[in-house]
């Protein structure tokens, strides 16, 4: 009887979502990454998570928390970043997921239970000339399925 043999940091296909994450902050790299997760998702016959992160500034003091809501600037990022995209063609079961965090980490968490993740190189606090943000680095180098980084065509 043979058996095949299994990797310790395979993903366990019952605790996959059958979705593909997009990290979204409003960027160009962000949209082109959402187009590019369409792609895939029709050739593979799953749907699409958007998903933005968000935090309270942490230069606020306590009365200033009732005047801001981060929470609602990411969904609205994602919607803009949605109609960005597709037009009024979105893929129908997307979803936008909203999540208090820091960027890396929500996407890194969200990748244990995707099946892939999908991030622009370079988000809105980018610096001009890098190759890769520090979070699509930090999922390209620690997420727990593949991940894919769409670079513009701008940035060489």
Known sequence: MSTTPTS???TDPSESTGRIV???DGSPSSILALQQARRISEALGIDIDVMAAWQYPTYMGEG???DIHPDEDAKQIMAESIVAAFGDDAPTGIGQIAVQGVPAQV????????????VGSRG???????LLGSVSAQCA???RCPVLVVHSRDHH
């Open 141 to 143: 180098e620690h997420a």
């Open 8 to 10: 310790e940091t395979q």
């Open 64 to 66: 200033f928390a009732n």
């Open 107 to 118: 996407l890194l968490d969200a990748s244990r239970v995707a099946d892939m993740l999908v």
């Open 124 to 130: 809105r606090g980018g610096f001009v000339g890098l």
């Open 22 to 24: 997009v990290g979204v």
